[in-house]
């Protein structure tokens, strides 16, 4: 007689970290004089100033990778496009949304013959607009065989690095935040792959990477810091037909359960890469509720690109408070057009791990379109019906409720089937699946905002309320959820 396999490490960091009632009521309050810093301070390092930042005029022309091409992007993807005066201290924002305003992300930038910049990886130092460098030197044979000589990888003369410096994030959410973590990671690389085609370059998210190596050419630390994902800046006409193959990692069942506090490294390690192992087909994928009537098919007019993309991202805030006003079937098509660009516009690029997130819509106001919950067809640009009724109520409990869930005129609900996802990937399936939810998390926020409404995601929230409302059984895992509506 066969046994079945007990629950991945994955699978149990994410029954650990379910918010409940009883949970959130526990929260301990916060010590302010313990919260770290969310950039990294270098001592004596030469740094690289950069073009292209907040004081700077028009993009330059779409064109070859160079050095102010690199620095626009670079702020457009992880920059300081706002400062704040508070008493006794001063708040940045940064191009990208980050629970909490903890920015847990860093990003490096590996760079090969880039004139004014050495060769070498640097740290991007957001306050300054600069390039810290952090290590000389030609790294590009062994990022080449860290990352499984990726197609991307010859073509490329600058790759982006991010890391998560847990702390900065586990300070406020404690074990969950490695969930905050890996979606304000995919943000950041949201921004990337939106800002990229404006200067004729394409950004190649690299999701596959020896761990163990990546790490050790930054010196890292992965108790306190780890490698998340990397992406390749090719130029546009340099782009590479074929992206990687989805490799599979361990999964891990047999780790005792760490003590609160301990889960962060321990479950992004169990997902770590070694050896160049394929993934299979893995189990039949449970994709949720049935369809109730026949699809919506939906607008896909695309959204403007280049230096409109540019200017959205810079003025970019989440929005607080909506009207509970409706929005349009047409406005609907073209956020998620815009979400889930299947090679219809420059700035498309391969998801993550292909078919490995799915995507929800819980309708409040939306004229043309009944009050439910929807199942999103990308492929096709459809949305099915899987259960009917309004549901403001019931998304405002499951947002811990935030009135930013009543409100809202819909809410993008990204779920995954994760023992499916284990079977198939290992326990890394629980990070793919998170960045790529913050990825196309911040292709949501910007669209809407291009558009004239508000965007605001939501990473904290009741799980078993949220699969209630859309009828999922218990293999499925929320990622995340992003409110849009119109905003007051």
């Known amino acids: 007689m066969t046994s079945t396999p007990g629950p991945s490490l994955s699978e149990r960091y994410h029954a650990a970290t379910i918010y409940t009632h009883e949970a959130v009521q526990k929260a301990t309050r916060l010590d302010f004089d313990a919260q770290p810093s969310p950039f990294k301070t270098w001592y004596q390092a030469r740094r690289v100033e950069l073009r292209g930042g907040p004081s700077d005029g028009g993009a330059p022309e779409p064109g070859r990778l160079d050095a102010e091409r690199l620095g626009r992007l670079l702020y457009h993807t992880y920059g300081v496009t706002l400062v704040r005066e508070f008493p006794g201290m001063s708040m940045c924002f940064r191009a990208s949304p980050s629970a909490g305003g903890l920015y847990p992300t860093e990003l490096y930038v590996a760079v090969r013959g880039i004139d004014g910049i050495p060769d070498g990886i640097l740290d991007y130092h957001a306050p300054d607009h600069s390039l810290v460098i952090c290590w000389e030197g030609d790294f590009w044979r062994d990022l080449a065989r860290y990352t499984f000589d990726h197609p991307a990888m010859d073509r490329a003369r600058a790759v982006l690095i991010g890391t998560g410096v847990y702390q900065r994030s586990a300070w406020r959410y404690r074990d969950r935040a490695y969930r905050r973590v890996l979606l304000d990671t995919g943000h950041v690389f949201g921004n990337a792959?939106?800002?990229?085609?404006?200067?004729?370059?394409?950004t190649v998210p690299i999701p596959h990477f020896v761990d163990e190596g990546i790490n050790s050419l930054l010196l890292l630390d992965p108790e306190q810091e780890s490698t998340l994902l990397l992406a390749a800046l090719v130029d546009e006409v340099d782009v590479p037909a074929e992206g990687g193959t989805s490799l599979r990692s361990a999964a891990e069942r047999s780790v005792d359960e760490p003590d609160e506090g301990a889960w962060i490294p321990l479950v992004h390690g169990a997902g770590n890469l070694a050896a160049e192992e394929v993934a299979g087909d893995g189990p039949v994928v449970d994709r949720g509720p049935a369809a109730r009537e026949a699809p919506v098919t939906l607008n896909a007019e695309p959204l403007a690109g280049g230096q409109a993309v540019l200017?959205?991202?810079?003025?970019?805030?989440?929005?607080?408070?909506?009207?509970?006003?409706?929005?349009?079937?047409?406005?609907?098509?073209?956020?998620?057009?815009?979400?889930?660009?299947?090679?219809?516009?420059?700035?498309?690029?391969?998801?993550?791990?292909?078919?490995?997130?799915?995507?929800?819509?819980?309708?409040?106001?939306?004229?043309?379109?009944?009050?439910?919950?929807?199942r999103y067809r990308p492929g096709a640009h459809e949305l099915e019906l899987v259960r009917a009724g309004n549901p403001r109520s019931?998304?405002?409990?499951?947002?811990?409720?935030?009135?930013?869930?009543?409100?809202?005129?819909?809410?993008?609900?990204?779920?995954?089937?994760?023992?499916?996802?284990?079977?198939?990937?290992?326990?890394?399936?629980?990070?793919?699946?998170?960045?790529?939810?913050?990825?196309?998390?911040?292709?949501?926020?910007?669209?809407?905002?291009?558009?004239?409404?508000?965007?605001?995601?939501?990473?904290?929230?009741?799980?078993?309320?949220?699969?209630?409302?859309?009828?999922?059984?218990?293999?499925?895992?929320?990622?995340?959820?992003?409110?849009?509506g119109v905003p007051e």
């Open 311 to 374: 200017d959205t991202i810079r003025r970019r805030r989440s929005t607080r408070r909506f009207q509970a006003a409706p929005m349009t079937l047409g406005a609907v098509g073209r956020l998620l057009a815009h979400a889930y660009p299947n090679g219809a516009t420059p700035e498309a690029e391969a998801p993550i791990e292909p078919g490995l997130v799915d995507t929800y819509l819980v309708v409040s106001a939306v004229t043309g379109l009944r009050v439910g919950v929807y």
């Open 193 to 202: 792959v939106l800002a990229a085609p404006s200067m004729g370059q394409r």
């Open 394 to 484: 019931a998304l405002y409990e499951c947002c811990l409720r935030q009135q930013l869930g009543f409100d809202c005129a819909f809410a993008v609900v990204h779920t995954f089937d994760l023992s499916a996802a284990v079977e198939r990937l290992g326990d890394r399936a629980y990070r793919s699946a998170h960045l790529e939810a913050g990825l196309v998390g911040q292709r949501l926020n910007v669209a809407a905002l291009q558009l004239g409404f508000g965007a605001s995601g939501i990473g904290g929230f009741f799980d078993d309320c949220v699969n209630s409302l859309i009828g999922l059984g218990p293999r499925h895992a929320v990622a995340y959820i992003t409110t849009i």
